[in-house]
């Protein structure tokens, strides 16, 4: 069985600063990474995935993230954050084997302070 | 085009009412999935289809009828539902189940009250 964990419900940042939300994962099986955001209102969108090969994974609006495996984290990073960031993400993982079902972390919510 | 789009947007039933929502994708995706959403809660899983077949349906309750008309369209059928139905459902599609690699792109969802 797989499940996920992000450690924090709510990041509070200002405007400009660097953001890091952390996730880690726990499973038996070889799996693939993902972050997905959700604006207010709005359904899920892919912010970027982890398949193989380089742990550093580049994603839309500035995003990235980094695998390590020895620590089962993949932690969302943002060198910059914008009042526009503001939404909730999810980090969540899927087995090699199939997509039908993938699991998602409970989810943190990313405020923004001007 | 990567969309996937739902309607309505908003609807709101009463407990006896039968309504249906819509889901429609024109990626040629032969997965499509409904998920439920709480408020400050991830989505949970409803049902998948593939390649138009039923393939999980995760014990949802009965008043909940999926339907795949054809590969790209997806329908929930609603009747009987109870308050605590009410939430944001969300439609996704991914390419197949073969291969989890394979993202999910999502809807903007449905905002479902029962009154």
């Given at each position: 069985?797989?499940?996920?964990?992000?450690?924090?419900?709510?990041?509070?940042?200002?405007?400009?600063?660097?953001?890091?939300?952390?996730?880690?994962?726990?499973?038996?099986?070889?799996?693939?990474?993902?972050?997905?955001?959700?604006?207010?209102?709005?359904?899920?969108?892919?912010?970027?995935?982890?398949?193989?090969?380089?742990?550093?994974?580049?994603?839309?609006?500035?995003?990235?993230?980094?695998?390590?495996?020895?620590?089962?984290?993949?932690?969302?990073?943002?060198?910059?954050?914008?009042?526009?960031?503001?939404?909730?993400?999810?980090?969540?993982?899927?087995?090699?084997?199939?997509?039908?079902?993938?699991?998602f972390g409970s989810g943190t919510r990313l405020s923004i302070r001007p | 085009d990567t969309e996937v789009t739902q309607t309505p947007k908003?609807?709101?039933?009463?407990?006896?009412?039968?309504?249906?929502?819509?889901?429609?994708?024109?990626?040629?995706?032969?997965?499509?999935?409904?998920?439920?959403?709480?408020?400050?809660?991830?989505?949970?899983?409803?049902?998948?289809?593939?390649?138009?077949?039923?393939?999980?349906?995760?014990?949802?309750?009965?008043?909940?009828?999926?339907?795949?008309?054809?590969?790209?369209?997806?329908?929930?059928?609603?009747?009987?539902?109870?308050?605590?139905?009410?939430?944001?459902?969300?439609?996704?599609?991914?390419?197949?189940?073969?291969?989890?690699?394979?993202?999910?792109?999502?809807?903007?969802?449905?905002?479902?009250?029962?009154?």
């Amino acid at each position: 069985a797989q499940s996920v964990t992000q450690l924090d419900s709510q990041v509070p940042v200002f405007e400009e600063a660097p953001v890091e939300l952390r996730c880690n994962y726990s499973s038996s099986v070889s799996v693939y990474l993902f972050w997905y955001v959700q604006y207010p209102n709005q359904g899920l969108q892919l912010l970027l995935k982890y398949l193989s090969g380089s742990t550093l994974v580049k994603g839309i609006n500035g995003f990235e993230a980094e695998f390590n495996k020895s620590q089962t984290s993949f932690h969302l990073r943002k060198p910059s954050v914008h009042i526009s960031d503001t939404a909730e993400y999810f980090c969540a993982v899927s087995r090699y084997s199939s997509a039908s079902k993938i699991i998602f972390g409970s989810g943190t919510r990313l405020s923004i302070r001007p | 085009d990567t969309e996937v789009t739902q309607t309505p947007k908003h609807l709101v039933m009463g407990m006896t009412n039968k309504k249906s929502l819509k889901c429609e994708q024109h990626m040629g995706h032969r997965a499509m999935y409904w998920y439920k959403q709480k408020a400050k809660k991830p989505p949970e899983l409803m049902f998948v289809y593939s390649y138009e077949k039923l393939s999980i349906n995760e014990s949802v309750p009965s008043r909940f009828s999926p339907e795949c008309p054809n590969s790209s369209l997806l329908n929930l059928h609603l009747h009987a539902l109870q308050p605590e139905d009410s939430a944001l459902y969300l439609c996704a599609s991914s390419q197949d189940l073969g291969q989890g690699y394979n993202e999910q792109f999502f809807g903007p969802g449905t905002r479902l009250t029962v009154l």
